[in-house]
């Protein structure tokens, strides 16, 4: 399903702190995406050199702190988004934070030096929810908010 990236983005601003740009985008985000079938929409941002710790996130609660083993922490070492087709697929590295979720996308944030400083997770109970242009999408809406680089 093609998602309204584009309006999502234009909406966004790149006013306030970190903190209330990461809070904008999730509610933008899960404001419009819900109806295409998203079930959550997240930041997690690392603590420490060994885990990951959820920042502002819309829906429902979520595993925190998590490893670097999962598809976030993965994305967040390699410094390129992920798509996961199918979380069954995963395994053990799979982070199981809500057993409905079968798909998800996440991308990495990266400061001025180039450094991830987050990642962004969009997660789906339908398998095969995403693809590279949701990946776009939203690293589109976290450039409009100023929020990677």
């Known amino acids: 399903m093609k998602r309204p990236y584009d309006t999502i983005s234009q909406k966004a601003e790149a006013r306030g702190d970190r903190q209330q740009r990461m809070r904008q985008v999730v509610?933008?985000?899960w404001d419009t995406l819900e109806?295409?079938?998203v079930s959550w929409v997240g930041f997690y941002l690392p603590d420490g050199e060994d885990?990951?710790?959820l920042g502002p996130m819309r829906n429902k609660p979520a595993c925190s702190p998590i490893g670097l083993?999962?598809?976030c922490g993965q994305c967040y070492l390699q410094g390129k988004a992920i798509i996961v087709d199918d979380v069954a697929n995963l395994g053990e590295n799979y982070i199981a934070c809500d057993p409905r979720d079968r798909s998800?996308?996440?991308v990495p944030l990266f400061d001025e030096q180039g450094k991830c400083w987050a990642v962004l997770d969009v997660d789906s109970h339908?398998?095969?929810a995403f693809?590279?242009?949701d990946a776009e999408g939203l690293i589109s809406v976290l450039r409009a908010a100023a929020l990677t680089c």
């Open 104 to 106: 998800e996308v996440v």
């Open 27 to 29: 509610d933008l985000l």
């Open 51 to 53: 885990q990951l710790v």
């Open 69 to 71: 083993h999962g598809a």
């Open 126 to 128: 339908e398998t095969g």
């Open 35 to 37: 109806a295409t079938g």
């Open 131 to 133: 693809i590279e242009e």
